[in-house]
């Protein structure tokens, strides 16, 4: 069986935290250690049957990165790399944290970001995640009344991070196959 790869992007540590979190979810039979994706290559992700990538959005909607005034490049600069990737026959998980209250306008609108870039590499993403219990104005991130990943905000609801992280991952799990 294939492990999980678990990628996210970074600037103060937090999706760090909580890929790891995930990680031990998991357990180490089903994932590898997660890893930052400024330390990945393209191979690498594509070496997985199953993803999990997580980022925080920046700003007005951005993903960590130079441009967001991140310490050290992050998912804006591998983003290109997706453009030359197959990732059909891949599936893909996704998370993102963002602020709803002060950023209700554009709240985890990198996650959306990240969403439209996997899908149109070819991967088949899994664990949506309903917008009930979150208050914001638009995400790109929405459809229909749900996320395309696993929403965590970290200023405003980080007591609820265990339940809905030990939630989705049981969902991903069935949703990938490996329940």
């Known amino acids: 069986m294939s492990k999980v790869g678990i990628f996210f992007g970074t600037d103060?540590?937090?999706?760090?935290?909580i890929a790891k979190m995930m990680?031990?979810?998991?357990?180490?039979?089903l994932a590898?250690?997660?890893l930052?994706?400024?330390?990945?290559?393209?191979?690498t992700l594509a070496g997985y049957d199953f993803l999990i990538l997580g980022t925080p959005t920046y700003g007005s909607g951005e993903l960590p990165g130079m441009s967001a005034d991140c310490q050290e490049e992050s998912?804006?600069?591998?983003l290109p790399n997706f453009e030359d990737m197959d990732l059909s026959g891949k599936k893909v998980a996704l998370y993102g944290l963002g602020d709803q209250v002060n950023y209700a306008g554009e709240f985890v609108d990198g996650l959306g970001e990240l969403c439209e870039a996997v899908t149109d590499a070819?991967?088949?993403t899994v664990g949506q995640w309903s917008t009930d219990g979150y208050t914001f104005d638009a995400s790109a991130a929405e459809e229909d009344g749900e996320f395309c990943g696993l929403?965590?905000?970290?200023?405003?609801?980080?007591?609820?991070h265990a339940a809905r992280i030990t939630e989705w991952i049981a969902k991903i799990k069935d949703e990938m196959g490996l329940a």
């Open 12 to 17: 103060t540590g937090t999706t760090r935290k």
């Open 23 to 29: 990680y031990k979810e998991l357990g180490e039979a």
């Open 32 to 34: 590898d250690k997660p």
């Open 36 to 43: 930052n994706i400024n330390r990945a290559d393209a191979d």
């Open 75 to 78: 998912w804006e600069e591998f």
């Open 122 to 124: 070819g991967a088949e």
């Open 151 to 160: 929403v965590l905000d970290n200023d405003n609801q980080s007591d609820m």
